[in-house]
Nanobody
Framework: VQLQASGGGLVQPGGSLRLSCAAS????????IGWIRQVSGKEREGVSC????????YYADSVKGRFSISRDNAKNIVYLQMNSLKSEDTAVYYC???????????????????WGKGTLVTVSS
């Protein structure tokens, strides 16, 4: 199972970025896919998740109203649209796959089915 994250970069505060997570067809059909971010030396933070099947979406309180997760089933890609970015959004963002999104609601990020390599998002003027 492979997850490939892309789309990170440098953006000014208030700006936008869109991250992409390309997944194998099997993964995207049967697994929820989401995003976890981490700043060096700090705890991981679940950001967002979209379930397989009905595509229910979940968000951390810190990004609600600013970030939007979606999936393109034809392309097996999950997107994270990030708007109104703040300096505190600076982190390495990892896309992950797991049977459901309970890891986000429970803040438990160990033993997840698959992790992709991270993509760095830097919000700075």
């Amino acid at each position: 199972v492979q997850l490939q994250a892309s789309g990170g970069g440098l953006v000014q505060p208030g700006g936008s970025l869109r991250l992409s997570c390309a997944a194998s067809a099997f993964t995207s059909d049967y697994y929820a896919i989401g995003w976890i971010r981490q700043v060096s030396g700090k705890e991981r933070e679940g950001v967002s998740c979209i379930s397989s099947g009905d595509g229910t979406t979940y968000y951390a309180d810190s990004v609600k109203g600013r970030f939007s997760i979606s999936r393109d089933n034809a392309k097996n890609i999950v997107y994270l649209q990030m708007n109104s970015l703040k300096s505190e959004d600076t982190a390495v963002y990892y896309c992950v796959a797991d049977p459901d999104c309970t890891w986000l609601t429970s803040n438990y990020y160990y033993g997840l089915y698959s992790w992709g390599k991270g993509t760095l998002v830097t919000v700075s003027s």
